[in-house]
């Protein structure tokens, strides 16, 4: 765009980096998308369940419109930090005014547990990515025995749940839930897709269980039980014989088994309830017992990448307390902690900012405001001049250091080859589940 007065280049093509480039663009920035993967969508395409054809399809609709735009370019398969041949330094030193990081939740949540290593045990995303066709997360074996016990109340447990009781037809899928039935954090429209296998006798057991415990913390067992029960008249007709049974009030303290033969348990301390600000907070009682399963799955959210070249704390990447540049008062700006000061010219938002926080709407609005953040300081500096001739000239220098970059012309062959797989094998959507194959379908 000839009339750009900014370069920006923000990393990270999920929600919230695509809805902060179009902001961006039409706040004057000339915008450089540069993104891990192939596609484009982030967990929008690889983390919301493959069968929601139509949500997955409306936002792809509105991802192509916005990598349409002029002042927007797409270089997907370009991985910043994180071993990638390109860091933040190198976008800092080319010429890009501001650097705006969306990479999104990309690490693991270890509570370093005995036995968190063992063969058996997966952490969610890695599942999530499987199933839908992330490479090379796709192409992986993940063994997954037939008693399987998620950690977790989110709807990430519930998606994985949906995979083990409607895909794979597992025999038993026990969700661990550290407090109780009235603080899951589940929706009921999620709950209807497998409430159809909730084993009723084994959920009236619990409640009975735990029942004087949340009339000790003054909570309706009732209440929760029913909110449970409603469920089931709107469930999806099921497709399998899985059962599956809740634990509340129950803390993973380690997974039982051995590398030989894998996972035989999950050891779990029981919980009571407290009130702690405003809230009610788990608090262990000191009495364990053994969750029989052959695979645990923890679904307790991700951290953010550690091995990118912004320092983390906590396992976060920090705003700065004191921003300059607020937006609805809240910070967007990159901080070093260690150093107590700002990492000039560098943003965050999405799920890089909050891991693990929201729907795509929240990281639409926290990319859009993080852009904003990034634009209320570009006005504070001078326009850039020849925008266009420094992007060429950072653009050639990437296609010397990086092999098979996947710009926007790339991207519309390989959609056009998945829609035409599609239409071959009659399905609702196709895709390539190596980077090969998308590769020789770009003509690479
Ligand atoms: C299992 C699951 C199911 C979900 N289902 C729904 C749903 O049904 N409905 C809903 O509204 N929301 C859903 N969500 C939430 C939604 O997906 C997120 O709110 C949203 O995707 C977060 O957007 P983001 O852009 O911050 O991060 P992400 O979507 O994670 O995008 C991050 C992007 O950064 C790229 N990246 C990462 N590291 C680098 C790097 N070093 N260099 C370059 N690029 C990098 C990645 O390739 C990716 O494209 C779901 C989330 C999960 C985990
Ligand atoms: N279909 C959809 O719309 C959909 C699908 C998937 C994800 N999403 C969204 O994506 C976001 C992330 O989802 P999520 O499920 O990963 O996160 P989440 O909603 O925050 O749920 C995380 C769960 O893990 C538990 N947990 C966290 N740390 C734990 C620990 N150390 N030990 C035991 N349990 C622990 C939490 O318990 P506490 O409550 O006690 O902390 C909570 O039940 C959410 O906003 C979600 O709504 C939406």
């Known amino acids: 765009m000839a009339d750009s007065k900014y370069m920006v280049a923000v990393i990270g093509g999920g929600p919230a980096g695509l809805y902060a480039s179009r902001k961006l663009a039409e706040g004057g920035a000339r915008v450089l998308i540069l993104n891990r993967d192939i596609k484009p969508g982030g967990l929008a395409e690889y983390g919301i369940y493959p069968d929601k054809f139509k949500m997955k399809q409306g936002l792809r609709n509105q991802f192509r419109q916005i990598l349409a735009l002029p002042g927007i370019d797409y270089f997907g398969n370009v991985t910043v930090c994180c071993g990638g041949n390109i860091v933040l330094e190198d ?16 690490g693991t949540k270890w509570l370093r547990l005995p036995g968190e290593n063992l063969p058996g045990v997966y952490h969610a995303k890695n599942i999530v990515y499987h199933y839908n066709l992330l490479p090379p997360f796709g192409q992986k074996k993940y063994l997954i025995g037939k008693r399987v016990a998620i950690v977790g109340a989110g709807n990430v447990m519930l998606d994985v749940a949906h995979y083990l009781v409607r895909d794979l037809k597992v025999d038993e899928v026990i969700a661990v839930v550290r407090r109780g039935p009235l603080e899951v954090k589940f929706t009921k429209k999620e709950m209807e897709l497998v409430s159809k296998n909730l084993d009723l006798a084994a959920l009236e057991a619990e409640f009975v269980r735990v029942a004087p415990i949340l009339m000790a913390a003054g909570q309706d067992s009732n209440l929760a039980k029913n909110a449970f029960l409603e469920t089931i008249p709107k469930g999806l007709p099921p497709v399998s014989d899985t059962c ?45 017992r053994q969750i029989d399963a052959d695979t645990v799955i923890f679904a307790i959210g ?74 209320h300081y570009l006005g504070s500096q001078p326009p850039m001049r020849d925008v266009e001739n420094v992007l060429e000239k950072f653009e050639s220098r990437l296609e010397e250091t990086h092999q098979r970059i996947v710009n926007k012309s790339r991207l519309a062959k390989l959609e056009q080859a998945e829609k035409e797989q599609a239409e071959k094998r009659s399905l609702p959507e196709f895709k390539f589940p190596t980077n090969d194959e998308m590769f020789t379908a770009m003509g690479f």
Do not use: H
């Open 302 to 375: 991700d951290t953010v990448d550690k091995d990118f070249c912004i320092p983390t704390y906590n396992d976060m990447y920090l705003a700065a307390p004191q921003a300059r540049f607020p937006v609805s008062g809240v910070s967007y700006e990159a901080y070093d902690p260690d150093a107590q000061r700002i990492v000039e010219r560098v943003f965050l938002a999405g799920w890089a900012r909050q891991a693990s926080t929201g729907l795509v709407g929240v990281a639409r609005r926290d990319g859009e405001n993080g852009a904003d953040a990034v634009l």
């Open 244 to 288: 599956f049974r809740f634990e509340f009030l129950a803390s993973p303290v380690r997974v039982q088994g051995d590398w030989m033969n894998g996972v035989n348990g999950l050891k779990i301390e029981e919980n009571t309830l407290v009130a702690a600000d405003g809230s009610v907070k788990a608090r262990g009682t000191g009495n364990t």
């Open 91 to 106: 976008l800092l030193e080319s010429g890009f005014q501001a650097v705006l990081v969306a990479t999104g939740a990309q």
